[in-house]
């Protein structure tokens, strides 16, 4: 079974809000065994929305439509989709008298206004919003193939989206589909590019098995979504299991985490995999001016791995901070392997740590030359055996050479605690 989502707001097509909805609502629906094939976004126009919901609804089984349904006269979802249906719009009188008392309790009386949102198509049906003002809608759309749509239409405002749903729309849909389930697992890699992890993955890549295997790129992140389908939740889970195995064996150690871990959170659990004796860590950064810090700390329970960290920007604060030579800056400059060995070193010493990253670099979007050009970044780890710099050389913004810069250190820690070469 295919569905699409429609997401209606001019907000969301000028890009002045992030379309959140349409996410939330593909993971509910794959978790029933609805594919979303397609996420849709319109304005807040009537003959558009009719148009986007004739359209879709030639193409899905299940249509789920977000917004448009408030007070104001930007708000036709409700009218472009009689439109769509061909039918008048009819007031439900039992809605309207939920709304006139939702006013009550408050001591206000209902504004004319809000009487538009207890008008539906003729033929459909209301669903209850039990978190504010606008009915919800379920109808059906007739295919010309033969056939028909359901449609459902809910609230833009996420916290009555979600009740809707999951009040009055999921249960339905659940018990019409069965034991059909499309389960999911994000796995999370970070060193190689996309195409280089595509490659180690081979034929698990192929789009004609199930379950299906696929790549994603984010902040810097390869990520590998694996979805199985099946009759029962029991067979799609061990199939997930199966593939998410099989990827775990091509990828190796490039894996690091699943699901909503991120690469600090992982190397936290490996700083405490010893209980007896947490391993501390602490930072020294110049071009992420504590970019690394916080990401560490972003993790909860950072507290017992994470020292502190120093943001060195200035020479003179490398100098005077972390003991870091002056005759070092002078001869090879900030931004060097020797200096950043040294901030790594000082911090390390300072802290009373077992780890420390230290990072300067070129972020730019000026202050590079010929031989350090913008995006040069050198990155150093002290640990327990010893000390070890390396320089790259990160294409993109400031934005990302700061990011790509902090991941990377992060990187290097994690792979020395396992013993690992890091790939580059």
């Given at each position: 079974m295919n569905g699409i989502i429609l997401s209606i707001g001019d907000e969301l097509v000028l890009g002045q809000t992030v379309d959140t909805n349409s996410a939330w609502i593909s993971v509910k629906l794959a978790s029933l065994g609805v594919r979303v094939v397609q996420h849709v976004t319109v304005a807040d126009q009537l003959d558009a929305i009719r148009d986007a919901i004739i359209a879709a609804a030639e193409l899905c089984d299940v249509l789920v439509i977000s917004g448009g349904l408030g007070p104001t006269a930007d708000d036709v979802t409700r009218q472009a989709l009689a439109a769509a249906m061909n039918v008048d719009m009819e007031l439900n009188g039992g809605w309207l008298a939920t709304i006139e008392q939702f006013f009550q309790q408050r001591g206000r009386s209902m504004p004319e206004i809000n009487r538009v949102q207890a008008m539906i198509p003729r033929g459909a049906k209301?669903?209850?919003?039990?978190?504010?003002?606008?009915?919800?809608?379920a109808a059906r759309l007739a295919r010309?193939?033969?056939?028909?749509c359901q449609v459902y239409v809910v609230p833009g405002v996420p916290s009555e989206m979600k009740a809707m749903l999951e009040l009055s729309v999921l249960p339905v849909l659940a018990e019409r589909l069965g034991g059909a389930k499309i389960l999911s697992r994000v796995l999370h890699t970070f060193g190689l590019g996309e195409s280089a992890v595509a490659e180690m993955l081979g034929d698990l890549m192929d789009r004609r098995r199930n379950p299906s295997v696929g790549t994603t790129v984010s902040n810097g992140l390869v990520s590998i979504r694996v979805n199985s389908s099946a009759a029962s939740s029991e067979r799609a889970r061990e199939m997930l299991e199966?593939?998410?195995?099989?990827?775990r064996v091509a990828l190796g150690d490039l894996i690091f985490g699943e699901g909503d871990?991120?690469?600090?959170?992982?190397?936290?659990?490996?700083?405490?995999?010893?209980?007896?004796?947490v391993a501390q860590m602490a930072t020294a950064e110049?071009?992420?001016?504590?970019?690394l810090a916080k990401?560490?700390?972003?993790?909860?329970?950072?507290?017992?791995?994470?020292?502190?960290?120093?943001v060195t920007y200035a020479n003179e604060s490398k100098i005077q901070w972390l003991g870091v030579p002056a005759e070092l800056i002078e001869k090879h400059?900030?931004?060097?392997?020797?200096?950043?060995?040294?901030?790594?070193?000082?911090?390390?010493k300072i802290a009373g740590a077992d780890y420390a990253l230290a990072i300067s670099g070129v972020a730019g979007p000026d202050g590079g030359t010929p031989e350090k050009p913008v995006g040069t970044v050198c990155i150093a780890l002290a640990g327990a055996t010893g000390s070890r710099a390396m320089t790259f050389k990160f294409p993109g913004t400031r934005d990302w050479i700061r990011n790509r810069s902090?991941?990377?250190?992060?990187?290097?820690?994690r792979y020395d605690i396992l013993g690992r070469v890091m790939p580059r």
């Open positions: 209301c669903i209850e919003n039990t978190c504010g003002t606008a009915a919800g809608i010309t193939g033969g056939g028909t199966q593939t998410a195995a099989a990827c871990q991120s690469l600090a959170s992982a190397v936290g659990e490996l700083l405490m995999k010893n209980r007896d004796r110049s071009c992420t001016g504590g970019l990401m560490l700390t972003d993790t909860p329970g950072s507290s017992r791995y994470f020292r502190g960290g120093w400059g900030a931004v060097s392997e020797p200096v950043v060995l040294a901030m790594a070193d000082g911090a390390k902090a991941l990377m250190a992060l990187s290097m820690l």
